[in-house]
């Protein structure tokens, strides 16, 4: 019992002579104020030691290694770009393409250089496509084998591709947003043997950060910056301020809350809002997109309630319409994101530089915009949805919350979708349903069921999103209840197994207006067979004549042509008669940036120069801003 | 003895047996699960960047061809069991075309260390102060633990994790919450490094212990309480035998038969992981990777890993059956 006794004190003992402010160390060997720290929110990397990033999901990709090591033609900023959103990066102009979009010209940059010294040029390019040509398997291999016929270097410093069919977006292939085709350095894989096999370890890099360290066990990797960053293509910018960039595995969204709060990540990924309100909170050096509510920068995607258009309940234009007069917005963005969402009526996301090229113009034609229920006309449009969220928010919030209308709409997005259960009634009594006692049934005399497909856990805040629509479908007297997929939601929304489902089918560049980046697939000529895998986006697998001409007339004229928004709006209104979606909001991300080693971070107020989502392969230019706290 | 031959082939009959049938259900209930691993494979390629439509058609059947999907159920049946014989699981679907086996031998011994270590940990202060607390009634001090030990018990074991990492990790940040070394840290057979993973490994096996102790506790105290009732500890203690040779020779030693087969289960369970400690507290080993494998369908990790698990369990069981005959001799007479 001595024993015992002893040991019991000698652990009080050590307890009370550690020091309370006792740091732990992070970092072997590195000094923490050299050190910009980044969750990569793809967690523990299992195959850590693979750097071939054209071997498809060998690897990891957003552990720095495309942000920092790779590089590619163009990037299109979701924001507003270090120099605008376009950036030309490996290519020294935009692309050039004949007269019936068949054949594709690049000019490089002369003077860049890979990490080992030697100097990119057409060769690797050529190298890249004809290496994507002939193998399978590769990651942009059947991108490449689809498009391209054939690429000559005519010099050095130029590539030429004549492509198998017209494709006025085939430099989308190489345009970043979030990641692009990048290039391979012909010197190295040359020598590679077998490309699915090779790991590329380590890297030999186009950017301006090499492989500095990493963990076998895959839970961080270590970059540094370049001794020769001045041969990369960020350089026209400036020096990268951090001297090493760490990409971490910090855990669940707790353990990032606690290591922000003891500064030991200085970039969340992502985080519930309820950690983002913790940090706002207590924590004096932590900042989100916005200064203030909502905080969170909302990504160019746009989260919706989809219906599965092969599913003969959802064929009534009116039916769908009633469904959508159903849903209160305010209480979908109080349930989803308590509060901190940006709101859309129409078919684009709010985010980026999309409300200038479309929801602004769109105001008039919203606020004009009728549905007819067959016993009358409504004008369903409320502009002021965004403003009643954030009133609804003043007494919590404070001077958090902006009063000005344009942040309002900025934060909190414009108007949308006035609840009208009456008007949502007689649409339902004009597509034949019909309403007995409480409860609404079919044209065919079933019980009007909807089951919508959600995430679960994987995905918290749009599973609360689907949870309250269920609801308030429900107290109306549709038998509305939620299906939690987890890990299935992707088979199941590719094969077309859901009736409804809380996804997104509309994803954009963000700061340029061309909408083809989501809109293409959307093309019937796509459609997939009941059943059968549906490509990327079109997951509502609807068709409409209208849609298929505008993206036809999409294809014929070239990325910046000013007609590109206009077609855009005809989508936006054909999307907004139709309703084959009903579009919910932006999809926010909480990254949380903590200033306590590093400013300069971009934010939507002052310096809305990129994404800070730091997954993003566009973050290679918050590098080039960053700089030392002291 | 004239019978252990016969008793010895008859267990390993039952443990091939056992480990085939095993093997055989996880290989169904991992091939019906709804996540196809081509499918996760194309979202992850494709979700963010430009896709066409046309392409993707294409990369899915290559990736059915890498991935050698293309053959019926009964295809892949035949082929797993032909590599599982050569100790291959193939290649995992979620990292390809890395092997498996790669995969689990990079992960277990983490998980093996932290395991074996706060198993051990746990079963040897469990059943110390089981026995003490059951022995020495009177003590305040063994009481004090005893309502401890009962108290912690039925806490979830996330519960204590979080409490530890609030604890150590936010208020009192003295301890490291993440990861099985510091970043950046050489690796090496020295001190250094050594050190360093036992201070990472404080927390995960502060929070095993905390959450396993109650049981081997309390199972102890009650074993030793209806030892110390029997005869020849009575005629001991009448015989004037010191109490700390009662307890150690007379009452612990026949008590813990029962908790050695408890922590023969319980090394064998080791193969299993730690799902919750390992994400809890972003500790590298064998429960991360399952779970990271179940998300994306890749079922030849599932697969590879539950495997493993199987023979280690059914081995642990084996191990028991066998020494059993020789160690008690009331089994060897039946």
Avoid: C
């Amino acid at each position: 019992m001595r024993i015992l006794r002893s040991l019991a004190l000698v652990a009080i003992a050590w307890t009370l002579t550690t020091p309370a402010n006792a740091q732990r160390q992070q970092i072997s060997d590195l000094p923490r104020k050299d050190v910009l720290i980044v969750e990569n929110p793809e967690g523990t990397v299992k195959n850590a030691g693979w750097f071939n990033i054209w071997a498809v999901n060998a690897g990891s990709q957003s552990n720095g290694l495309h942000q920092l090591g790779m590089d590619t033609f163009w990037y299109i900023d979701p924001n507003s770009g270090v120099d605008g959103v376009w950036d030309n990066s490996l290519a020294s102009e935009k692309p050039i393409y004949n007269s019936d979009f068949t054949e594709m010209t690049v000019k490089l940059r002369k003077g860049i250089h890979w990490s080992d010294g030697v100097e990119f040029s057409a060769a690797d390019v050529v190298y890249t496509i004809e290496t994507h040509m002939k193998t399978n398997g590769l990651r942009w291999s059947a991108a490449v084998q689809v498009n391209v016929a054939s690429i000559s270097a005519p010099d050095s410093s130029t590539v030429v591709f004549k492509l198998k069919k017209p494709n006025s977006r085939f430099h989308a292939l190489f345009t970043v947003r979030w990641n692009a085709m990048w290039m391979m350095p012909k010197h190295v894989f040359e020598k590679a043997g077998d490309l699915i096999k090779f790991p590329f370890d380590p890297p030999v890099t186009l950017g301006p950060y090499v492989l500095n360290s990493y963990d076998t066990d895959g839970k961080w990797f270590i970059w540094r910056k370049r001794d020769d960053w001045q041969k990369t293509t960020v350089a026209r910018f400036g020096e990268p301020g951090p001297k090493y960039v760490a990409y971490i595995d910090p855990g669940p969204p707790d353990k990032r809350v606690i290591a922000q709060l003891n500064h030991e990540l200085d970039i969340i990924h992502d985080t519930s809002p309820e950690g983002m309100f913790t940090l706002a909170k207590q924590s004096k050096t932590s900042r989100g997109w916005f200064k203030g509510f909502p905080y969170a920068h909302p990504d160019p995607t746009l989260p919706m309630v989809i219906f599965n258009h092969q599913n003969p309940l959802f064929k009534s234009r009116d039916m769908r319409w009633a469904l959508a007069l159903l849903i209160d917005m305010k209480a979908v963005s109080m349930a989803s994101y308590r509060g901190a969402a940006t709101i859309s009526a129409i078919g684009v996301p709010p985010t980026g530089r999309y409300p200038e090229y479309y929801h602004e113009p769109m105001e008039t034609w919203l606020k004009d915009f009728e549905v007819d229920t067959g016993k009358r006309k409504i004008k369903p449009y409320d502009p002021t949805v965004g403003k009643q969220i954030a009133d609804m928010l003043r007494p919590s919030m404070g001077d958090q919350i902006p009063s000005d209308p344009k942040d309002i709409a900025k934060a909190f997005g414009r108007g949308w979708w006035k609840p009208d259960p009456q008007a949502a009634t007689e649409l339902l009594e004009r597509a034949g349903f019909t309403k007995r006692g409480n409860e609404w049934f079919t044209p065919d005399g079933k019980r009007f069921t909807i089951r919508i497909t959600v995430e679960g856990d994987l995905r918290p805040v749009m599973t609360r999103a689907g949870s309250m629509i269920a609801q308030q479908w429900r107290q109306f007297g549709i038998d509305a209840t939620t299906v939690v997929a987890q890990g299935s939601l992707l088979d199941r929304r590719n094969s077309g197994d859901y009736e409804a489902i809380i996804s997104w089918a509309v994803e954009t560049w963000g700061g340029h207006p061309d909408l083809s980046f989501f809109l293409d697939s959307w093309h019937s000529q796509f459609i997939a067979e009941p059943g059968k895998p549906q490509p990327p986006r079109n997951w509502s697998r609807w068709s409409h004549p209208e849609l298929d001409k505008i993206i036809e007339q999409i294809r014929q004229i070239g990325f910046d042509d000013p007609k590109g928004i206009e077609l855009g709006k005809e989508y936006i209104k054909l999307v907004a008669r139709e309703m084959p979606t009903i579009p919910l909001m932006a999809y926010n991300v909480f990254t949380v940036m903590d200033e306590t080693y590093w400013t300069g971070y971009p934010n939507a107020e002052t310096a809305p120069y990129t994404d800070p989502v730091p997954n993003w392969g566009n973050t290679k230019y918050m590098m080039v801003k960053l700089r030392p706290k002291n | 003895m004239r019978g252990y031959p016969a008793y010895l082939i008859g267990r390993l009959g039952q443990f091939l047996l056992v480990v085939f049938i095993g093997i055989n259900i996880a290989f169904v209930v991992t091939h019906a699960t709804p996540i196809d691993p081509v499918e996760q494979t194309i979202a992850a390629a494709t979700q963010f960047g430009a896709t066409s439509p046309e392409a993707i058609a294409m990369m899915r059947q290559s990736l059915k061809e890498l991935y050698g999907l293309e053959g019926s159920l009964w295809e892949q049946y035949a082929t797993f069991w032909r590599r599982v014989s050569v100790g291959d699981f193939g290649p995992s679907l979620s990292a390809f075309p890395a092997p498996v086996s790669t995969l689990i031998l990079r992960a277990l011994p983490w998980t093996v260390g932290l395991l074996t270590v706060s198993t051990l940990l746990t079963w040897v202060i469990g059943n110390l102060l089981g026995g003490l607390a059951g022995y020495y009634l009177r003590s305040r001090t063994l009481r004090f633990a005893g309502i401890l030990a009962m108290a912690l018990h039925p806490i979830p074991y996330y519960i204590i994790a979080f409490v530890l990492l609030i604890v150590f990790g936010y208020l009192w940040p003295v301890l490291p919450i993440t990861g099985g070394h510091t970043m950046n840290m050489q690796r090496g057979f020295n001190l250094a490094f050594i050190g360093n993973l036992a201070i990472h490994s404080i927390l995960p096996i502060t929070s095993l212990v905390l959450a396993g102790l109650g049981g081997w506790f309390m199972g102890m105290r009650a074993l030793v309480s209806n030892v110390v009732t029997e005869d020849y500890v009575v005629y001991a203690e009448l015989g004037g035998v010191r109490p700390q040779r009662i307890l150690g020779s007379y009452v612990m030693r026949n008590a813990l038969v029962p908790q050695v087969t408890g922590l023969a289960m319980s090394l064998g369970a080791i193969f299993t992981g730690a799902i919750i400690t390992e994400q809890v507290f972003g500790y590298p080993g064998i429960g991360t990777l399952l779970v990271s494998a179940v998300h994306v369908g890749d079922y030849s990790l599932v697969l590879g890993i539950a495997t493993v698990s199987i023979v280690a369990v059914s081995f642990a069981v084996l191990l028991i059956d066998l020494l059993y005959p020789l160690l008690d001799p009331r089994v060897k007479a039946r």
